[in-house]
């Protein structure tokens, strides 16, 4: 695999990559909100979100239909569509940074699956621990997800202690085909809870309200700091860990922080929406096509483009057939796999 290299841009293109990056998340916030069965006018979403924001009394021309749809239905979802695409871009350009291999992703290095089995187990058991409450979930799920990632990293090592990019790869999708069938053994031998199960794997961010915002919130905020906090660590291992270590990086301490930071964004966010693929792989690749691999923007812009991308899925997934509603990962799956096709074979050629 080839590395990834590190390219400065000027400010003038770095100005312009971040408001490119940031009219995209207005506008995909907009469109979530406003289309639906029901279409809200952009203005009164405007004073609905004002009034809220700045403690003022929503002006009277706006429907009070308006107001329950998008503060009770709609803008929860939207937000917490936005944090789960943020969550997995974000892990995505780390781990592709980390591992120098433009197909390392949460899903590639079985992370998700390993998030999914300790949700899956969660809901599948009734567990519930008394001082975590609503906490369980997404806890379970990031204690899974990092056990596994770190065991697929030694794994590999005990295959070939050199840990070549591909063995790492290679390892992560073995890991993720024995614990999805896991998964399936749990879907066979459950009851009544089969339905919900299988709706939760299949991704979607329906239906979730404002808890499950309150829920990925925390773990989204200290997994972002974390990463964007070694963002110029990040640069530096893009070379490799030998040159890391000759400009002064803690490499192994480095590396245990991005391993942890990334498995907590994703196992929250399977937690909250299910198992949903390709966008902590393709969004990383169309945001170094905009503003190069430096990761101090690299991750950021990647938040925000995942973001507004997942938002954008999920509006299509509610609205192409409707009123039925299409799993998320669907379309993200639909989407992203032709994109990162193209992405492939642009880069071989």
């Known amino acids: 695999m080839q590395k990834l290299s590190i390219r400065n841009y000027s400010n003038n293109n770095r100005i312009l990559s971040y408001g490119l990056a940031a009219l995209f998340v207005v506008c995909s916030i907009l469109a979530g909100i406003s289309i639906g069965t029901i279409s809200v006018p952009v203005s009164d979403i405007l004073s609905i979100l004002g009034a809220k924001i700045f403690r003022y009394p929503v002006p009277e021309s706006v429907e009070q239909m308006y107001i329950n749809i998008v503060y009770s239905i709609r803008l929860p979802r939207v937000i ?3 944090l789960v695409g943020a969550s997995l ?3 995505g350009a780390a781990f592709q940074g980390l591992l120098r291999n433009p197909l390392a992703d949460p899903y590639t290095l079985g992370i998700s699956s390993g998030a999914s089995v300790g949700a899956v187990m969660t809901l599948f058991f009734h567990i519930s621990i008394p ?32 840990m ?6 290679l390892t992560g999708i073995i890991f993720s085909s024995f614990l999805g069938s896991f ?3 749990m879907i066979a031998l459950t009851g009544d809870e089969l339905r919900q199960i299988i709706g939760w794997l299949l991704g979607s961010v329906s239906m979730r309200g404002w808890d499950y915002i309150k829920i990925i919130l925390p773990f989204f905020a200290v997994g972002t700091v974390l990463l964007l906090l070694n963002a110029r660590e990040l640069n530096g291992m893009s070379f490799g860990e030998e040159q890391a270590r000759h400009i002064g990086i803690n490499v192994q301490a480095r590396k245990l922080i991005i ?3 990334g498995s907590v964004l994703t196992g929250a966010a ?3 929406s299910g198992t949903i693929g390709f966008v902590g792989l393709v969004i990383p690749h169309l945001i170094r096509l905009l503003a190069g691999n430096d990761h101090r923007n690299l991750l950021p812009l990647s938040i925000m483009a995942g973001g507004g991308f997942l938002v954008l899925a999920d509006l ?7 009123p039925t509603e299409l799993p998320i990962g669907v379309i993200t799956a639909l989407i992203g796999a032709p994109i990162f096709a193209y992405i492939l074979m642009k880069k071989r050629g």
Do not use: C, D, M, Y
């Open 270 to 272: 399977v937690a909250v």
């Open 316 to 322: 299509i997934s509610r609205t192409i057939i409707a």
């Open 89 to 91: 871009a974000i892990a």
């Open 80 to 82: 917490l569509a936005f």
């Open 183 to 185: 998964i399936s053994l």
């Open 131 to 162: 001082f975590l409450g609503n906490f369980t979930l997404p806890v379970l799920s990031i204690i899974t997800a990092t056990v596994t990632i770190f065991i697929v990293l030694l794994f590999a090592q005990r295959v070939e202690r050199s």
């Open 259 to 261: 391993l942890l930071s």
């Open 164 to 169: 070549k990019l591909e063995t790492i790869i």
